[in-house]
């Protein structure tokens, strides 16, 4: 069973395909490796492609104690299956829970990322939302604690922003809910009472993404509403950020509409390895409508 070790020990599992500039794809809180199956077999053909699970989802290990959960771990986890196959330098596409890691990767560790595609990222962050965010956080953790994955499962599928999902591809969501119902309760407990609940707001860390200077492309569905404004931040605070919004689309873009979502990523690696993604300029960002002030 391939395996990496993250710094405290703990192993992660990973599977890859492909040869070529490696791309690392980090899983959302309802996902795991398979989620990404459109995309490695869409990039697998020009690209290296790996994607691992996160601690607290077999075959990754389950650590026990929730200290062991946390953002900051999350996003060392990144750096940790980098060093374990030897890659310098990668492309770090996340979504989700795996989107805020790729965030905080591409803060810490600026010089490991080719590139950033942050998806569906911004759950909790909006501070007039966030204790009603943390409430529901505890309660399903304590759904997920008591009932179990594969019950909470089915619940969890229908969120405001999976219907889409279910309303376009049944067959699709279908696999979807039969993967997540097969993640371990205690793994996702504790995953969402460590990393979830615990991690910072977006709109916390603005200082830190206005130097954020690694090509960066954010995406998000329209309907995915926890996600529209914190978008709109990271797109208008990281100066290297271009945004793409999915028309009528959820949550789980990866796998609600593959073919755009695989558009939009190759797009912009294409442009990223051109030398072609630039700064913003600044002369789109003087505040007037018409004028240009800067004259």
């Not at 069973?1 to 405290?8: E, I, R, Y």
């Not at 793994?187 to 130097?211: H, I, W």
């Amino acid at each position: 069973m391939p395996l990496v070790t993250a710094d405290d020990g703990v192993k992660l599992y990973y599977e890859e395909t492909g040869t070529g500039t490696p791309i690392l794809f980090v899983h959302e809180f309802a996902g795991d490796h398979r989620s990404w199956e459109p995309q490695l077999r869409y990039f697998g053909r020009l690209y290296r492609c790996i994607a691992f699970n996160a601690r607290g989802y077999p075959p990754s290990e389950v650590p026990e104690s929730e200290d062991k959960y946390s953002q900051a771990r999350a996003r060392d986890d990144l750096r940790a299956v980098l060093d374990g196959l030897g890659i310098a330098q990668a492309h770090i596409v996340g979504l989700s829970m795996g989107g805020f890691a790729t965030l905080h990767f591409g803060l810490a560790y600026p010089d490991r990322a080719l590139s950033l595609v942050v998806a569906g990222c911004g759950y909790g962050a909006e501070p007039a939302r966030r204790q009603q965010f943390r409430e529901e956080v505890e309660r399903t953790a304590n759904a997920i604690a008591k009932d179990g994955m594969a019950r909470v499962s089915e619940s969890y599928a229908l969120g405001p922003a999976r219907v889409q999902f279910q309303n376009k591809d049944p067959r699709g969501w279908a696999e979807f809910v039969r993967q997540l119902a097969e993640h371990s309760s205690r793994g996702s407990a504790a995953t969402m009472r460590g990393v979830q609940a615990k991690r910072p707001s977006l709109y916390d860390l603005v200082g830190p993404m206005s130097e954020l200077r690694v090509p960066t492309l954010i995406l998000t569905g329209d309907e995915d509403e926890p996600c529209l404004d914190p978008a709109l931040l990271l797109k208008r605070t990281i100066p290297s950020a271009g945004l793409v919004v999915f028309p009528k689309s959820g949550h789980t873009i990866n796998l609600e509409e593959p073919d755009l979502f695989n558009e939009a990523c190759a797009r912009f690696f294409h442009q990223v390895e051109a030398g072609r993604w630039g700064m913003r300029d600044p002369r789109a960002s003087l505040g007037s409508i018409l004028e240009n002030r800067g004259s």
